[in-house]
């Protein structure tokens, strides 16, 4: 075990910074006091400088060199791969074992479906294209495209023109990546659809069917794991195989033998997924151990496969699904003797469940900001549900409709209607309200001492049987986290990148108030296509959630829709989705308008009150007041009815002007031309387009700051260059988000303390 730990280590000094290798002398009292000798301490500082050595030069080889022209490349996709619309995308390796994330785009309706046809996994194509870094994440908490390569061992983007895709090899690796899409492709065609998710993901490991609002509801109440496949799979597999032998009469020596074989053949069948290989590799080495051919420890087969691992992929550390399954089985390993004191079945479950939840805390909000609540009550019923009922019923249905689809009739028909009830219960229980805790992304001193806690926790329970001692444990730095934001005097302004679109958020001071102005959102030209992808990029769900749930917000006040054009609204119903909404606030007149339907049905079915605004209307929160300066009636006009949101504190004022236009300027120019604002941050209206930010409407403002949310390759051409002029001629300082990133401004008292930018 201490050298599994001094090898990750080596891995993550190798990938980051050197300096981490000085955490293995945290391991030298342990070994001092389990060991007692020497040398077992020089050997582990022997591994930990030959693996370090050896990361770097694996690192070394398996990242390019980057050139600045277009290249061509002999490439073998992976099991990544899939065709997303117009895309083909995933991970694929040169001839020479570099890994890089290849994206093609296809020409034609006919070429698309030709490549449906076959199957690219695992495949040799010839690509030529040019070798790109990923774009920066739009804030910190967003989906992070260098870390996603990172986590599969690549560091460069292949974005290809031109593909040739190879005849396929007779090698075991591509029968069995065939095998897999045939059992795939199977699925699609027996498999009822309401039943087509589920086996993909319990069967073959695949849930790029499962959607968003499906992956909503599984992770609210904290059972998306049952959907991976792990030891509850391949130990349910591994006891019907051995069952079954016995009924057959067949020697135990034998079936072992054979499921030595047989199951990296259903690791790679599956996916290949750090939590298959981890269950995998740990089941053969029990077997051999159980055999008498090796004498091994629960505890070193665990440590000997996450070893084996890192060695091969040390990449693999920076994975969640690989951090989620070794500490949930080395949590479970080592209360075993707690587990064995539990008197009943129901004890026990209900100690795995706590055990795991509790241990797997820390890491869960790294990644995923947010905890289940309910998962705890939940699992005592999903767990037994899922591996007596649900995981067998659908490797009975998969194995009967391969010999008979007539036989698996009657099986559909039983089975069908008890899993909706299933699916009804479960999407019932989900919207119960107050089933998540959104915690945010926990910074490096507070994860350490959620770690050090239950540590603590887990040894106060197991020695003295303290539950209410180690449950007090554990929740003290869960309170102190939740009340950190609350002690916290700064207001926040962050306008976050979202491409072309506007999307703000207000943070007060000790939490008194948050504010989401506009959501950002996608603009769809004309009906779907044949490039139109599956799952279209969410940028409410995607970029703005994600944002204010990674700093811990569970509840917005009010949600401002500045006026009802896609790239200032389209991604609202996903933020009412996800969160907690008070209260959602648009012009007079816009409710009409057809692309507002989805943000009124789902605050209507969430009971969020939804309010027009027109100039005039305010509302103060402490010292920061806040006064709608425009639209001034109830003409709905799209851009000139943007409700212009001005707030005032300590430092001076903030002027928000949707996509305020020329007309619009000079009505609020006539109306509020006498009032002196100063100091001013504006948001420049319009996304920077020369119809607005008018020589006259900045004479009026005299703003200090200016931002502009834009995207970087807008086909607009924002922001003018004539705009640009005009605020550098008054010497106004300007952020763009899309040369920044998301801008954020830290507002102490009567100034602002910091401005963070990418």
């Known amino acids: 075990m201490y050298w599994t730990i001094s090898v990750a280590v080596s891995a993550l000094a190798a990938y980051g910074t050197a300096e981490l290798l000085w955490l293995n002398l945290l391991l030298i009292p342990l070994i001092l006091t389990s060991k007692k000798d020497f040398p077992n301490l020089f050997i582990l500082l022997a591994i930990s400088s030959l693996s370090f050595w050896h990361f770097q030069n694996y690192i070394s080889m398996h990242t390019p060199v980057p050139v600045d022209d277009s290249i061509t490349r002999s490439m073998k996709w992976t099991e990544t791969v899939k065709i997303d619309g117009g895309k083909v995308k995933g991970f694929a390796v040169d001839s020479t074992g570099i890994p890089y994330y290849v994206l093609y785009t296809i020409q034609t309706e006919e070429e698309k479906n030709r490549l449906l046809k076959i199957s690219l996994a695992g495949r040799e194509i010839t690509v030529h294209g040019t070798v790109e870094l990923p774009e920066p994440p739009a804030h910190e908490f967003s989906f992070n495209m260098s870390s996603y390569l990172r986590m599969n061992g690549a560091a460069y983007l292949f974005r290809s023109t031109e593909m040739a895709v190879h005849e396929k090899e007779n090698r075991l690796s591509s029968r069995l990546t065939e095998r897999r899409a045939a059992v795939k492709s199977h699925i699609e065609r027996v498999f009822p659809a309401s039943l087509q998710t589920e086996a993909e993901a319990l069967l073959i490991g695949d ?59 259903y690791a790679l069948l599956a996916g290949g997924a750090p939590s298959v290989w981890r269950a995998v590799s740990v089941t053969m080495l029990l077997l051999l151990s159980a055999s008498g051919r090796l004498k091994l420890k629960m505890d070193n087969a665990l440590a000997l496969s996450a070893l084996g691992f890192i060695l091969l992929k040390p990449y693999v550390l920076y994975q969640p699904g690989f951090q989620l399954s070794y500490i949930a089985a080395l949590s479970l390993l080592y ?22 939840q509790i241990a797997l805390a820390p890491i869960l909000l790294v990644h995923f900001f947010e905890l289940s609540l309910s998962s705890f009550l939940v699992n005592l019923l999903y767990v037994p549900l899922y591996s007596l009922i649900i995981l067998p019923s659908n490797i009975v249905l998969l194995v009967v409709s391969l010999l008979s689809k007539t036989a698996a009739g009657p099986l559909f028909f039983i089975y069908e209607p008890f899993r909706t009830i299933v699916a009804f219960l479960t999407t019932w229980m989900a919207g119960v309200p107050g089933q998540v805790w959104i915690a945010g992304r926990p910074g490096t001193v507070w994860l350490i001492v959620m770690v050090i806690s239950i540590a603590c926790a887990f040894i106060v329970v197991e020695r003295w049987n303290r539950k209410l001692t180690g449950l007090v444990i554990v929740l003290i730095p869960a309170i102190l986290i939740q009340v950190k934001p609350y002690l916290d005097p700064n207001t926040y302004v962050s306008f976050l990148d979202v491409g072309q679109g506007d999307s703000i958020v207000i943070e007060l001071g000790y939490r008194k108030g948050v504010y989401v102005i506009d959501t950002g959102g996608t603009v769809s030209i004309g009906p779907p296509t044949w490039k139109t992808p599956e799952h279209p990029f969410e940028v409410g769900r995607q970029i703005v959630v994600p944002y204010l749930k990674g700093k811990g917000i569970s509840k917005i006040d009010k949600l401002i829709i500045s006026h009802a054009h896609d790239d200032h609204m389209g991604g609202a119903h996903e933020v009412l989705q996800e969160l907690r909404v008070k209260e959602v606030h648009a012009p007079a007149g816009s409710f009409s308008e057809e692309n507002m339907v989805p943000v009124l049905t789902e605050a209507n079915r969430q009971k969020t009150q939804v309010l027009s605004r027109i100039a005039g209307d305010e509302w103060s929160r402490g010292q920061t007041k806040f006064t709608y300066l425009s639209p001034f009636d109830d003409n709905y006009s799209h851009n000139d009815s943007s409700l212009v949101l001005l707030m005032k504190n300590d430092y001076g004022y903030l002027l928000l002007t949707g996509d305020l236009e020329r007309e619009g300027e000079q009505k609020v120019i006539r109306k509020y031309g006498q009032s002196k604002l100063s100091p001013l941050i504006l948001k420049i209206g319009h996304h920077g387009s020369k119809t607005s930010t008018t020589q006259e409407f900045l004479d009026f403002l005299q703003p200090d700051i200016a931002v502009i949310s834009v995207g970087r390759t807008n086909r607009y051409g924002h922001p003018n260059e004539e705009v640009l002029a005009r605020l550098h001629a008054q010497n106004v300082k300007v952020f763009q988000t899309g040369e920044h990133g998301t801008v954020i401004f830290e507002m102490d008292g009567r100034k602002v303390k910091k401005t963070i930018s990418r």
């Open 207 to 265: 849930r790029s069917g499962m959607d968003a609002e499906l992956s909503s509801v599984y992770r609210t109440l904290g059972i998306t794991h049952l959907f991976a496949i792990s030891g509850l799979h391949v130990g349910l597999l591994t006891v019907m195989m051995r069952i079954t032998a016995k009924r057959l009469r067949i020697r135990m020596e034998t079936i072992d033998t054979m499921l030595l074989f047989l199951l990296p053949c």
């Open 335 to 356: 209360s075993a003797k707690y587990l064995q004191k539990q008197q009943s079945a129901l004890l026990i479950s209900a100690s795995v469940t706590a055990i795991t």
